[in-house]
């Protein structure tokens, strides 16, 4: 947060007193951020507002830029503070804020919106607040223009409803549920709504995280997620030869910890994948899973919402337009960028079609702008879409900060319940049916192998008694890894400040702008070495960091400093173009397994990332088709060209070469956040987690449906593929009970 603020302007010093009080309530409140306003004194906004930080430095920022755009104010129910709206609560008035005056601290950990009572006599505290750089310093007020700025920024926030509302259900011990669903996220969100549509059903949806933050709704802001309590912070294993460019060796893997899962920081691409990928999945012995079925679930799932695109009858034809999950375009603020870019993708052969997903496959490549979980300036998650519509069902229990540890099962192998950490308490939760295991690629196989189910010499050297010997549980790993391509060219100029922070109002007045879409661009290119084939190899996703950024650091923090600076230089002179280069295909084949049996230790992750030796052969030879867009038009109009990134290890090879870009690919290698696998659908227990109809083998009672089911990885992102498993999950549990009970 201090980095999102520290744009902002210093000219205010806090008086002594304040400062103190503050940095005394930061330190027992263990908040590391705290914001203070003064309630009695109302000189013009910048004059009256603050950053401290624990450490007791307070960066010298008013929050407030004259024209700037940005908005701050603290009165009324909810403080806003640059682009971070924080919902507030009062606090007694003993609270270690201070004596007197009113004290309101935010209802989110780790930042405090203080208003507080300045000890100190008025005069000196007038004194204290004043303005020493007269330069960018307000008019005088007598206080009304404040209150009713801070009145219309209460309204706008409120009417647009852009502060989540807070809702919690309790569940007390030892209760029984018909069903039982572990996680709710992309998958889990989809099964706890479709499931209590049965009136006669009992559902108890545990999720781990809570409530996604403000910052989940707000398209832009979602990279605030990343490393936060929101996020479980994963990241594999250093194997000392892979992703050596990579800060500790290891590839960082955010996982959403919260209602939506991953679908509440995810970039919201929806990418349905192709029909071969589905075909192949009924191939390997999954009947259900046609392209046909696949795409009446997608269908069922789906509100396509872009008028503009329904009039074209084959995209119309293609989606849904009355499911639960929101689907539209983002309006994005670079539009003629991405247009240019498009253009040049066309160019070297990946034609540009309408809507990906309503688009066979066919040449070599195809490419286009791709449709988002986003309408109106807000991320549509499966929490949006799917349960937060529903949650006052009665037959819907919904409790969040609810860790389960394990899931029960009889001696004769029938799953009856679950044992959760709520809140630092142990409780146990039973199912009269089922209990539904939706925690996502990393999570589902863990909690599997903590409940006795995996492979058995694994789970005995953790002191695990083993239930059942599922050797598959866990393995099957693979990702769509990310090699970045760093392309550099004369145009965009340098961003402009100011704009940018307009765009911050605009989104306040009607949630257009910056915010109101991801970071990364909106468009993608899918291609394929023949142009034979009926699906593509591989995708590239952009994004677009104009000259000299402020912000460019956040692309590249993973990395080692060297690499690091080598990709920050350049773009002190030029834009950077940076394609995501993803092999979508990949043969190579990574596990997790436990640590230790201790639940809330992370498993080891091993991503494995190029060990089949066709995977890197594969990524050269697209890392070069991708490159010839520095040959069109365009790129040469901006003399375009690709750069060589310092990677020690690779330094020594031709620049350009097979083996640097091999070099290049196995160094830099990062994930596009797609795992899927470790409880792979498929015929045979001996290499498969669930059969058919998502029932864990050698267990009753007991299904996954998320995406580590996946027996091959779709040719696009992973969120769609992952809401259509759920919706055709949901429909196998209601046609099995419904027809028995
Ligand atoms: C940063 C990021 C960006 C992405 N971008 C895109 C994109 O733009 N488009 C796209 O299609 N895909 C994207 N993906 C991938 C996509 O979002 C995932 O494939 C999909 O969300 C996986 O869904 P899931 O239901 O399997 O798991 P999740 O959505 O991860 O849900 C698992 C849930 O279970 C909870 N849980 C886990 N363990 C427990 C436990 N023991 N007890 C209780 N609850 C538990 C978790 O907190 C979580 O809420 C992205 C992913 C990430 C992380």
């Known amino acids: 947060m201090l980095e999102q603020l520290s744009f902002l302007q210093t000219n205010v010093n806090h008086s002594a007193g304040a400062q103190d009080l503050l940095l005394q309530s930061m330190a027992e409140w263990q908040v590391d951020l705290a914001v203070a306003c003064e309630p009695y004194f109302v000189p013009p906004l910048p004059h009256w507002l603050g950053v401290l930080t624990r450490s007791g430095t307070a960066p010298p920022l008013s929050l407030i830029e004259r024209g700037s755009g940005y908005v701050v104010v603290g009165w009324g129910e909810y403080v806003v503070v640059g682009t971070h709206f924080l919902r507030t609560r009062c606090v007694p008035r003993e609270s270690p804020l201070g004596v007197g005056g009113s004290h309101r601290r935010a209802d989110r950990q780790g930042v405090m919106v203080a208003c507080v009572s300045d000890p100190v006599a008025p005069a000196e505290r007038r004194r204290g607040y004043r303005v020493r750089n007269t330069v960018n310093t307000c008019t005088s007020t007598t206080g009304a223009a404040t209150q009713l700025f801070a009145s219309a920024i209460n309204f706008l926030a409120a009417t647009q409803c852009i502060i989540p509302e807070r809702q919690r259900h309790y569940a007390g ?25 049965i009136k006669k059903w009992n559902i108890l949806l545990l999720e781990a995280g809570s409530e996604p933050p403000i910052e989940s709704d707000i398209p832009y802001l979602g990279q605030y997620l990343f490393q936060s309590k929101y996020d479980w912070q994963y990241y594999t294993q250093n194997d000392g030869v892979k992703h050596q460019a990579l800060k500790a060796g290891s590839v960082y893997w955010p996982r959403g910890k919260m209602l939506g899962g991953c679908s509440s920081m995810n970039g919201m691409i929806y990418v349905r994948g192709r029909d071969c990928d589905f075909q192949a999945w009924e191939n390997a012995g999954n009947p259900n899973w046609t392209p046909e079925n696949v795409n009446f679930y997608f269908k069922k799932a789906e509100s396509l919402q872009d008028n503009e695109l329904l009039k074209d009858p084959d995209i119309r034809d293609t989606y849904g337009y009355d499911g639960p999950q929101v689907i539209n375009t983002f309006n994005i603020t670079y539009r003629e960028i991405t247009e240019k870019v498009l253009e040049s993708w066309d160019y070297i052969g990946f034609k540009r079609v309408a809507d990906i997903n309503a688009h066979g496959f066919n040449g070599l490549g195809i490419s286009g702008i791709l449709r988002s979980t986003a309408a109106n300036g807000r991320r549509y998650s499966t929490y949006r879409s ?3 519509p529903n949650r006052k069902r009665k037959n819907l229990k919904i409790v969040t900060n609810a860790f389960v540890t394990k899931v029960l099962i009889t001696g004769n192998s029938h799953a009856y319940g679950v044992e959760v950490d709520i809140m630092k308490q142990k409780k146990t939760f039973y199912a009269n049916f089922e209990v539904i295991l939706s925690a996502g690629s990393v999570n589902t196989p863990q909690l599997l192998m903590l409940s006795g189910i995996g492979p058995a010499e694994h789970l005995l050297s953790k002191n695990i008694s083993c239930i059942v010997n599922l050797p598959a549980v866990g393995r099957n790993l693979h990702d769509h890894s990310l090699i970045p391509i760093a392309i550099y060219g004369d145009d ?7 704009e940018k922070l307009f765009e911050v109002t605009k989104y ?3 949630r257009t702008g910056l915010l109101a879409h991801n970071i990364i661009t909106d468009i993608s290119a899918f291609f394929s070495r023949n142009p034979d084939m009926a699906y593509p190899e591989f995708q590239s996703h952009l994004t677009v960091i104009r000259k000299n950024s402020q912000s460019i650091k956040n692309f590249f923090h993973n990395y080692q400093d060297d690499t690091q600076k080598s990709f920050i230089e350049f773009n002190t002179k030029k834009a950077l173009y940076l394609f995501q280069f993803n092999l979508l295909h990949p043969l190579s084949r990574g596990s997790i397994y436990l640590k230790t049996s201790n639940p809330y230790d992370h ?6 990332y190029f060990s089949e030796i066709r995977d890197l052969e594969a990524t050269v030879d697209g890392i070069k088709m991708l490159t010839e867009i520095v040959n069109t038009p365009y790129f040469k109009s901006i003399n375009a060209f690709v750069q060589r990134v310092n990677i020690p290890q690779c330094n020594k090879y031709d620049f350009k070469s097979d083996s640097y870009w091999q070099c290049y690919a196995i160094n830099t290698c990062s994930t596009v956040y797609h795992p899927v696998g470790t409880a792979k659908m498929g015929p045979n227990p001996r290499d498969s987690v669930v059969n058919n109809f998502l029932k864990v083998y050698g267990v009753m009672r007991l299904r996954v449906i998320d995406a580590s089911i996946m027996p091959s990885i779709t040719s696009g992102n992973t969120n769609a593929p992952t809401i259509m498993i759920g919706e055709m999950g949901s429909d196998m549990i209601k046609a099995e009970y419904l027809s028995h009970y």
Do not use: W
Request: without cysteine.
């Open 173 to 197: 011990d030892h209760e029984t549920y018909d069903f039982i669903i572990i996680g709710g996220g992309s998958a889990g969100s989809v099964v706890a709504s479709r499931l209590s549509e």
């Open 386 to 388: 799917y349960l937060d």
């Open 492 to 498: 965009p100029g340098q961003e402009n400040k100011e």
């Open 508 to 510: 306040m007045y009607n």
């Open 603 to 608: 498993p080891i992750i091993n991503g494995n």
